[in-house]
């Protein structure tokens, strides 16, 4: 990977990919940003919008409507195409249109000659990953989704509201699948250094185990409470893609809960999940198990055969 021009390919100029847009441009995350998107002048005047902004910003970043032979040098391509689900469509037809989409796209990339790192961010993100991985051939390392980067992020909002701390100083993650069967493992969760399962049995009845599945709930349904008022989600995901490309491009080996794929870790193989990862500069650098309670492994192996199940439902 090139360092001194950090340059990204985005795939899918939608809101989500222009949330993610506008996160680079406000952030400085990258010094190059090329638009790709089936709908040539809709990326022209993206491109146009966000140049016209960069005398407000701290960023010197290069911004234009490009083309698949831009992603040879590429260090990331972020990839948020996609099909929407039509009334009465099958979860499974939808995953096939999309498959189909993926393919179209991967073609032309790989045969530019990219070798840098996708970030798939294209619901539902975790079998997407995994089409991608197999379309492109590249090492699953350097090819990761969004996962539960998200759904974690509500989660320690919500129990920093809880507590009333800082949600920064809440470490806990949302694990498996970003959909209906993700789940909280609270084995693991601290507030700053201290279990929060112990806060619960020292909290006289202040806090319980009932108010934190709550909020686990919310975390699963917020995506869809949000749908219900506005329509559609992207700025929370467009933070998270642009979170984890800082973490590439820093070489930060930082822990974020991205869609990798799991080798052995907690009993899975081959299916991609969201799991707590180092991410650094060649992408998934390793997963970092957690020591889950048999309940919570459980949860999680249901999670991954629901993601298995879909999966090889496609024809690939």
Request: charged share 20%; glycine share 10%.
């Amino acid at each position: 990977m090139t360092t001194d021009n950090r340059k990204v390919v985005l795939i899918g100029a939608g809101m989500v990919g222009m949330s993610y847009a506008y996160a680079l441009l406000n952030q400085s995350a990258c010094d190059e940003l090329a638009l790709i998107d089936l709908d040539q002048k809709r990326a022209e005047g993206e491109a146009m919008d966000l140049n016209h902004g960069l005398a407000f910003s701290g960023s010197h970043m290069k911004i234009y409507a490009g083309g698949y032979q831009d992603c040879a040098d590429a260090d990331i391509i972020a990839v948020c195409a996609g099909v929407a689900q039509k009334p009465g469509e099958s979860r499974l037809n939808l995953l096939q249109r999309n498959a189909e989409v993926f393919r179209s796209i991967l073609r032309p990339v790989m045969e530019s000659g990219f070798q840098g790192i996708f970030l798939i961010a294209t619901n539902p993100v975790d079998i997407m990953t995994r089409v991608a991985c197999s379309f492109s051939g590249l090492s699953p390392s350097r090819v990761l989704g969004t996962g539960t980067a998200l759904d974690t992020a509500r989660l320690r909002y919500l129990l920093g509201e809880y507590f009333s701390v800082d949600p920064r100083n809440m470490h806990a993650y949302v694990m498996g699948e970003h959909g209906d069967s993700e789940f909280v493992p609270w084995s693991q969760a601290l507030l700053a250094t201290k279990p929060v399962l112990r806060i619960l049995e020292e909290s006289g009845g202040l806090y319980t185990r009932e108010a934190l599945e709550r909020i686990g709930e919310q975390v699963r349904g917020a995506a869809q409470k949000i749908i219900a008022a506005k329509r559609a989600t992207y700025y929370g995901i467009g933070m998270a893609m642009a979170r984890i490309t800082r973490a590439i491009f820093g070489n930060e080996s930082s822990i974020l809960t991205v869609s990798a794929m799991l080798r052995g870790e907690y009993g899975q193989q081959g299916v991609y999940a969201g799991i707590p990862c180092v991410v650094g500069r060649e992408g998934v650098q390793r997963v970092l198990p957690l020591a889950l309670e048999k309940e919570e492994l459980e949860r999680f192996a249901a999670s991954c055969a629901t993601l298995e199940e879909s999966y090889r439902g496609l024809k690939l």
